[in-house]
């Protein structure tokens, strides 16, 4: 299972960029999408999730700036990110858990996988 994440870079406060992720290589349905970051010195921390019914999870920080969604049928998910801060500076990983192992067509466990992640810098 390969992701590839996509849409980073330089944007001023208040701009908005839009991130995706897009995957490949899994024969079986991708269960939750989601996208975490990571700025220097800190711990990785969840951004958004959304489950394969389209329900999402939102971290405080980001409730009312970012949209989470996917496209079941590409096996794409987009983070729409608005009224950007220089705090939302990181690197922006997306990840999602689909089948793992299994034995022909039967899921036998799940796995998480991670994408490469992408740079969003948020200044003036």
């Known amino acids: 299972v390969q992701l590839q994440a996509s849409g980073g870079g330089l944007v001023q406060p208040g701009g908005s960029l839009r991130l995706s992720c897009a995957v490949s290589g899994s024969g079986f349905p991708i269960n939750d999408m989601a996208w975490y970051r990571e700025a220097p010195g800190k711990e990785r921390e969840l951004v958004a999730s959304i489950s394969s019914g389209g329900s999402t999870n939102y971290a405080d920080s980001m409730k009312g700036r970012f949209t989470i969604s996917r496209d079941n049928a590409k096996n794409v998910a987009y983070l729409q990110m608005n009224s950007l801060k220089p705090d939302d500076t990181a690197v922006y990983y997306c990840?999602?858990?689909?089948?793992?192992?299994?034995?022909?067509?039967?899921?036998?466990?799940?796995?998480?996988?991670w994408g490469q992640g992408t740079q969003v810098t948020v200044s003036s």
């Open positions: 990840n999602v858990e689909t089948c793992g192992t299994f034995s022909g067509i039967r899921c036998l466990r799940n796995a998480d996988y």
